[in-house]
C-alpha cells in the first residue's frame, strides 16, 4: 500500500478565524476510532461548535461533529463524542495557562490529514467585540479595493505603452 504524503483538508472553521483574534496556533494529533477515520476519509466533519478544554494535564476536543459511517455496524462511533488531543506535556501545560486568562479560549482551526495521520490544528483565541469584527471587514474591504485600483492602473498602463 502506498503511504499518503502531503496534507489534505477535511474542515476548517472559518468563523472562528471571524468571531476571535488568534493568538498562538498548535498542531496536534488526534485519537480516533476506526469508523472515525473512515468517514474523515469520506471529508465529513464539522468544527464550527468545537472547543478544547483541559482536564488533568491531557487535553480534550469537545462538540467536533463527525458523522457516523454509513457503512459501519454496531461499532459505529458516537457522532459529537470527545475526542483526546495528542500534544507534548509542555505545550498543554502552558496552553492551560494562557487560556485561564480572561477572554481566552482554545478553538479548532482546521482538520486535516498529513502523511496519512489525523491531526487538528487549535488556536488560542481572544474573543473580538462587535467592533473589531467590522473593523476587521472594513480593512479587508478597503485592502481588496486598493487591489482592484491599482490592478486598473497596471493594466491602463500596459495598454498605453
Known sequence: MVKEKGRKLIAQNKKARHDYTIIDTYECGIV???????SLRQGRASLVDGFVSVEGNEAWLYNVHVPEYSQGTWTNHSARR????????????????KADESGNTIVPLTLYFKDGRAKVEIALAKGKKEYDKRQTMREKQDT????????????KQRGTV
Open 144 to 155: 481588496r479595493e486598493t487591489n482592484r485600483a491599482i490592478s486598473a492602473i497596471r493594466r
Open 32 to 38: 480516533l476510532t476506526g469508523t472515525e477515520v473512515k
Open 82 to 97: 470527545k475526542r483526546k488531543l495528542l500534544m507534548h506535556r509542555e505545550e498543554i501545560n502552558k496552553l492551560e495557562r
